[in-house]
């Protein structure tokens, strides 16, 4: 399984930028598609998940702001990215997790200027 990403970028705060994921290889019919970040040498924090099905799980401080979303004919999931922060500035990684085991794509930075 391999993850690709993309859509980062610099922004001014209160703008919003949009992420990709594409998934690719051997998926099975339930995952876990997902959006973690991680600043400088801190941990590397969930920002929101998708389930095969639709739900959904979001850290409080993107509540309201952010979206995550999936296509599961494409293997890609999506994050939007609203009324962006400076503190939402780090290097954000999807992760792909199903049957137990999980992936993470290559991070894509996002800078959100004051």
């Known amino acids: 399984v391999q993850l690709q990403a993309s859509g980062g970028g610099l922004v001014q705060a209160g703008g919003s930028l949009r992420l990709s994921c594409v998934v690719s290889?051997?998926?099975?019919?339930?995952?876990?598609m997902g959006w973690h970040r991680q600043v400088s040498e801190k941990e590397r924090d969930l920002v929101a998940s998708?389930?095969?099905?639709?739900?959904?799980n979001y850290a409080d401080s993107v509540k309201g702001r952010f979206t995550i979303s999936r296509n599961n004919a494409k293997n890609t999931v999506y994050l939007q990215m609203n009324t962006l922060k400076p503190e939402d500035t780090a290097v954000y990684y999807c992760?792909?997790?199903?049957?137990?085991?999980?992936?993470w794509g290559q991070g894509t930075l996002v800078t959100v200027s004051s």
């Open positions: 998708i389930i095969t099905g639709g739900n959904t």
């Open positions: 992760r792909f997790c199903q049957r137990g085991v999980c992936y």
């Open positions: 290889g051997t998926i099975f019919g339930t995952n876990v």
